[in-house]
């Protein structure tokens, strides 16, 4: 998938993935909440607002009320590729995120996902 195509998706269309991803593996909606509010600063209402209004993942990403300074510690492999050697910034939150929710799919403990911050 081209990157700008990545881009141009809505956060509405990615969220019920996410979700989806984490209860198969027994485990619930409000972990990816966690992740997402731990990674970009939304709460329950600008992540409700996001999916309502069908925001795109370059303006949701543009708009996250405070950016984690933690999220360069997120490390690893996802869709084949190192998410710290992602060259473009945006590309690279959007694996970011991809990263923290497959830590919860995985099972991992959310202290470990949120590199040993606190949660929302």
Known sequence: M????LFGMSFARIYPLYVQKV????HGRHEVDEV???LTGYDA???EQAIVDETDL???FARAPAWNPHASQITG???GMRVEEIEDPLEQKIRYLDKL???????KKMTSILRGGAGS
């Open 2 to 5: 081209s990157t700008s195509r």
């Open 23 to 26: 209860e198969r593996k027994n």
């Open 77 to 79: 492999v996802i869709c």
């Open 45 to 47: 209402a600008g992540l």
């Open 58 to 60: 370059e303006t949701f």
């Open 101 to 107: 929710v497959d830590e919860v799919a995985k099972g």
């Open 36 to 38: 997402i509010t731990w």
